[in-house]
Each structure stands twice: as structure tokens, then as C-alpha cells.
């Protein structure tokens, strides 16, 4: 009887210890990039996008080197974190390494499973269940340069929704256009921009032009919607190296709050369309927030499209010769006695 119990207790532990692992990953970030073939005697500025704490990731920076000197800055529209430095004149090469300690929380808005907040947010909007203010509200029904809230998309918009009330209903009824009409398919030219008239035309592309259709057609209904990118870690790795970001949406829902959505994820993984209207897994960390935007200090250039790369200038003129180096490694846990 003695045994029994201890065996039934050993498989409760495990159970227990095998959902704590799917609620939450704990692991390492390494972001490093150079910048390459600088011309002498040229002013150089670098802007790099900061993971920060938020109620779904806790985030510890364990170190930021770099060539010169790193100030962490904030921009103001979506209050994303920066790394900044600059030189009159630096050397033809210029390194920078920043590595992080991350546990990201899976985030399950619609299923009553939520981690509480664990930390400070990037913006008091995003911990916000209840209520969002006038001016929160404002900013997330807007359209970006690539996302206007009229004509094709708005049109689309009220086509799939004509039959549905809440914003609940609506918002789904768009996630599940566009899961059906788009295709993840990074062939030809024009995908990766989040250019919403080019996802509605050429119905393909990767996670930024599934989320900008979303975004762009539920803002034409009303409902309030953000974008989110960062970097996705496999599932069934341990450690590998990360080739390229990965990005996401959020709508917000009176009463509810906001609500995460990943479609493209729900693409390649149909038998988890219901989980990601609702869900985001714990397979992927965060860096900003927002598209158009305005750095600080303020770039010559136009706004980002997005913030998730580096962003150099040499003289006010991006310069493009930046190779990167993103990897991850789970941080192993302690063993249970």
C-alpha cells in the first residue's frame, strides 16, 4: 500500500513539474550583431531594441558590451526600451553583445488561466483588464503607414463580420479569415514588410503580414489592436541558433482586456487554431511593441516599420551592413528532491 502511495505521489510530482514546464520557459538570449565596413571620420548611432519585463516575461539583463558606450533610452509612443550609442568617427567594425535571462509565462487570456503580473509592463495599457483610456484607445485604432483602416481591408472587415455583435465575435471572425485566405510562403518579393495591401492581394507572407491584416481590419471595425514582435525559440530544441524574428497581435475586448492572437502559428499548426485565438505559448520572447516608430533620441531617418533588428545611421542615412547573431539556450531545471 506504502509503495502504491509513493508511486501515485512520484506521478503527481511529474504531472505537476510537466504543466509547470508548458506554463513557463526559463532560458538564456545571446543578441549580437556587428557593424561592418564603417567609413572613416563619419558620425555613427545605433539603436538596439531592449527585452524588458512585462506580466508575461521576467527578464534580467546578465550583460550589454559593446565597442561603445551603451545608454539605455526609452522611446514614447509604446515606452519599448533601447540600447543607444554613437560616435564621431568609430573604427571600421564595431561590436555589440547583450545577453539575457528570460522565464516567459504562457499567456492564456480567454481560457481563464493567466499567470498573475510579475513585473512592470511596457505600458500601463498592457496590464490594463478593465478599461483603456481615451488616448490608449485613440492610438491602437489608428492606421500605420503600411496599415490603413479603410478601403480593401476595412471592406473585408465588414464583409466577414456583418453577422456578429461583440467584439469577441467580431475579432474572431477575422483571425479565422485570415487564417483561411493567407498562406505562410516567404517566395517572391514584397512578404516581411507588413504591407496590408500586398497580404490582400498576394493572400501569402510570414507572421508580420498575418498580424497587419488582422490588426488593419480590426481596427476598421472598432476594436482596438497592437503589434508585438520579438524572437520564437522551437519547441524542440534546447539551444539552437534563432535565424530571424517572429511577431504577434493583441486586440483589446472590454471587460476582457487584451487579448493575445498568433496566427501564423496557428497556420502551421492547425490543430491549434482555438489555442492561439486567445493563447500565446511560452515558445518565444518579446522586444517591442508598435509599428512608426519615432526612437529616442529621435533617428534622421523615417520612422522603423518595426523595432526588433539593430537600426544604424551613419551621417542621418541608415546604413545596412549589420550581420547578426541570435541564439537561445534553456536554462536547465533544478532538480526536484
Known amino acids: 500500500m506504502l509503495r ?10 511529474s504531472f505537476s513539474l510537466f504543466v509547470s514546464a508548458q506554463e513557463s520557459r526559463h532560458f538564456v538570449f545571446h543578441y549580437a550583431f556587428t557593424i561592418k565596413n564603417l ?3 563619419k558620425n555613427v548611432r545605433v539603436w538596439i531594441p531592449a527585452a524588458q519585463s512585462d506580466a508575461y516575461q521576467e527578464v534580467k539583463i546578465l550583460s550589454a558590451t559593446g565597442d561603445l558606450p551603451l545608454n539605455k533610452t526609452r ?9 543607444y550609442a554613437e560616435a564621431s568617427s568609430a573604427a571600421p567594425e564595431l561590436h555589440f553583445d547583450i545577453e539575457y535571462d528570460v522565464i516567459r509565462h504562457e499567456r492564456v487570456a480567454l481560457g481563464g488561466n493567466a499567470p498573475r503580473p510579475t513585473a512592470t509592463s511596457l505600458s500601463s495599457s498592457s496590464l490594463s483588464s478593465s478599461s483603456l483610456s481615451a488616448s490608449e484607445k485613440l492610438q491602437d485604432l489608428q492606421p500605420d503607414t503600411l496599415v490603413p ?6 471592406d473585408l472587415a465588414a464583409k466577414v463580420t456583418r453577422d456578429k455583435t461583440g467584439t469577441l465575435d467580431k475579432a474572431r471572425a477575422i483571425y479565422d479569415y485570415v487564417l483561411a485566405n493567407m498562406s505562410y510562403d516567404k517566395s517572391g518579393t514584397g512578404w516581411g514588410r507588413g504591407d496590408v495591401l500586398y497580404a490582400c492581394d498576394a493572400k501569402k507572407g510570414n507572421c508580420t503580414d498575418f498580424h497587419s491584416l488582422f490588426i488593419a ?43 493575445p492572437v498568433d496566427i501564423s502559428e496557428a497556420w ?3 490543430d491549434k487554431r482555438n489555442y492561439f485565438f486567445g493563447s500565446h505559448d511560452v515558445n518565444r520572447v518579446q522586444f517591442s511593441m508598435g509599428r512608426d516608430l519615432r526612437l529616442n533620441p529621435p533617428q534622421e531617418g523615417k520612422p522603423t516599420n518595426y523595432f526588433v533588428y539593430p537600426y544604424v545611421e551613419v551621417d542621418g542615412k541608415e546604413f545596412p551592413n549589420v550581420p547578426l547573431a541570435f541564439s537561445f539556450a534553456d536554462v536547465p531545471a533544478v532538480a526536484v528532491r
Not at 4 to 13: E, G, R
Not at 75 to 83: A, L, P
Not at 149 to 154: D, I, N, T
Not at 223 to 232: D, H, S, Y
Open 4 to 13: 502504491k502511495l509513493c508511486v501515485l505521489l512520484s506521478l503527481l510530482v
Open 268 to 270: 502551421k499548426h492547425p
Open 39 to 41: 567609413p572613416a571620420g
Open 149 to 154: 483602416v479603410s478601403g480593401l481591408p476595412a
Open 217 to 259: 481590419m480590426a481596427r476598421s471595425q472598432g476594436i482596438p489592436a497592437r503589434f508585438e514582435i520579438g524572437f520564437p525559440l522551437p519547441a524542440d530544441h534546447h539551444s539552437a541558433e534563432i535565424a530571424g524574428y517572429h511577431c504577434w497581435a493583441d486586440f483589446y475586448a472590454d471587460g476582457k482586456g487584451w487579448i
Open 75 to 83: 522611446e514614447s509612443k509604446y515606452g519599448n526600451e533601447i540600447f
